[in-house]
């Protein structure tokens, strides 16, 4: 088994801010928040610890299903070859905090076939410690992000009002984040997104488990809306 990940992610943004009311790396994920639960695409609740019980897992909380910047950053995961991952003995999850019915459309629409839930009630961000609100830090450049604000804004507008379940699919407030966790309870990195911008450049996470390298400058064959 691979040596636990244990250093944080260099980036333009500087050094990660952890919520200081959430975990650490080096700590283990507390039980309670291990026994929380998350739901699948059909509703089924499982708890959030069974993700990662007997591998690594790169686990990416989300700010919310309508947001352009993570919907461009999630089909940039999707990009990811599942053989990379399998080399490697990694899961990749992401995590959001919508109703469940909207976990399939979001995939069609992101061409992401990798494992996803939702955490309706926020309970693991939370725990986590999980910002919400903006913090006006300079972020850098995302290498994931593709559109404009406006024209990013206007294309969740849409989806929103042409959507068959109009909701805002989760609190537009929550931050995101990004876990490497398992096997077991084991944290290994943790980083708290501290604005919409602020997630980690891929490719410097899936480095810190051993998965290889991606090209993400080719356009997926998903059709936008």
Same mark, same amino acid.
Not at 207 to 212: D, I, K, N
């Given at each position: 088994m691979?040596?636990?990940?244990?250093?944080?992610?260099?980036?333009?943004?500087?050094?990660?801010?952890?919520? #200081?009311?959430?975990? +650490?790396?080096?700590?283990?994920?507390?039980?309670?928040?291990?026994?929380?639960?998350?739901?699948?695409?059909?509703?089924?609740?499982?708890?959030?610890?069974?993700?990662?019980?007997?591998?690594?897992?790169?686990?990416?909380?989300?700010?919310?299903?309508?947001?352009?910047?993570?919907? +461009?950053?999630?089909?940039?995961?999707?990009?990811?070859?599942?053989?990379?991952?399998?080399?490697?003995?990694?899961?990749?999850?992401?995590?959001?905090?919508?109703?469940?019915?909207? %976990?399939? #459309?979001?995939?069609?629409?992101?061409?992401?076939?990798? +494992? %996803?839930?939702?955490?309706?009630?926020? +309970?693991?961000?939370?725990?986590?410690?999980?910002?919400?609100?903006?913090? %006006?830090?300079?972020?850098?450049?995302?290498?994931?992000?593709?559109?404009?604000?406006?024209?990013?804004?206007?294309q969740?507008?849409?989806?929103?009002?042409?959507?068959?379940?109009?909701?805002?699919q989760?609190?537009?407030?929550?931050?995101?984040?990004t876990?490497?966790?398992?096997?077991?309870?084991?944290?290994?990195?943790?980083?708290?997104?501290?604005?919409?911008?602020?997630?980690?450049? %891929?490719?410097?996470?899936?480095?810190?488990v051993?998965?290889?390298?991606?090209?993400?400058?080719?356009?997926?064959?998903?059709?936008?809306?």
């Amino acid at each position: 088994m691979a040596a636990p990940v244990t250093r944080q992610v260099s980036g333009a943004a500087g050094p990660p801010s952890l919520a #200081p009311s959430g975990p +650490e790396r080096g700590q283990p994920l507390a039980a309670a928040v291990a026994d929380l639960p998350v739901l699948d695409a059909a509703g089924r609740r499982l708890p959030f610890g069974a993700l990662f019980r007997e591998r690594r897992a790169v686990v990416l909380f989300v700010r919310h299903f309508l947001c352009y910047i993570c919907k +461009e950053y999630v089909e940039d995961l999707a990009k990811i070859p599942k053989s990379f991952l399998q080399e490697a003995d990694v899961t990749l999850i992401v995590i959001g905090q919508s109703s469940h019915h909207h %976990i399939e #459309p979001f995939c069609k629409l992101t061409g992401y076939s990798h +494992e %996803i839930y939702v955490d309706p009630e926020r +309970e693991i961000y939370k725990r986590l410690g999980m910002k919400r609100g903006e913090e %006006i830090a300079f972020s850098g450049q995302s290498p994931h992000v593709k559109s404009s604000l406006l024209s990013g804004s206007l294309q969740s507008l849409w989806r929103a009002v042409t959507g068959p379940l109009f909701d805002f699919q989760g609190d537009p407030a929550q931050q995101g984040g990004t876990l490497i966790l398992g096997p077991g309870n084991n944290i290994h990195f943790i980083h708290c997104d501290r604005n919409r911008l602020d997630h980690k450049p %891929i490719n410097s996470v899936l480095q810190l488990v051993g998965v290889e390298r991606v090209n993400f400058t080719s356009r997926p064959s998903v059709m936008h809306v």
